[in-house]
């Protein structure tokens, strides 16, 4: 079995952070649950920058 890692940085448009959260939450975190090919998935906030999200899986 080959694994790799795939790494995502979105910048969203000014002060938007919190609504681009909010659909990441409805739509993707039950998705990314229900695939059972995610070994591990992270969705994390920049607390250098009020406006930027990584997600690595």
Do not use: S
């Amino acid at each position: 079995m080959n694994t790799f890692a795939v790494i995502i940085k979105h910048k969203t448009q000014p002060g938007k952070r919190d609504e681009v959260r909010a659909v990441w939450e409805k739509h993707m975190a039950p998705a990314v649950a229900a695939n059972p090919g995610h070994l591990a998935y992270f969705y994390c906030f920049d607390n250098a920058d009020p406006d930027v999200i990584c997600a690595f899986q």
